[in-house]
């Protein structure tokens, strides 16, 4: 029998699937600032989903998987925060490592972002 975790994120707030990401990809709404690049697309689930995709220019694998951790962790505890029913894809702009509360602060200013543009297309004609 597995141990509970109470806090970790469900499978289903993870986009793992290729095509998921080349969705988001293609939809071509994104909003960056210093640290982070988030791209955006809507899904039609009642809640956000985060992707993480984090090149091998960042450093070797161990630097690479502290990025994906803070990236996770920030949006695990934003999530209620973030606006709903969008697939997020988050990437490094900087090769210096953030800490938890500039990404947590970047994450949030830029879903907001993101959100607003997919709003506002979605009412043009």
Not at 12 to 39: G, K, N, P, T
Not at 43 to 50: A, D, I, P, T, V
Not at 82 to 99: A, F, H, I, K
Request: aromatic share 8%; with cysteine; net charge positive.
């Amino acid at each position: 029998m597995q141990p509970q975790r109470p806090f970790a994120l469900p499978k289903a707030y993870h986009l793992r699937r290729a095509e998921d990401f080349r969705r988001v990809y293609a939809r071509r709404c994104a909003a960056s600032d210093a640290w982070l690049l988030v791209q955006a697309c809507p899904n039609e689930l009642g809640y956000s989903r985060l992707g993480r995709a984090v090149s091998r220019k960042y450093g070797n694998a161990v630097a690479r998987n502290r990025l994906r951790r803070l990236y996770y962790e920030a949006f695990r505890l934003l999530r209620h925060d973030l606006p709903s029913g969008l697939d997020l894809v988050v990437s490094p702009r900087s090769p210096n490592e953030p800490t938890l509360a500039i990404v947590m602060q970047s994450l949030r200013t830029l879903a907001g972002l993101v959100a607003r543009k997919l709003e506002r297309d979605r009412k043009q004609p």
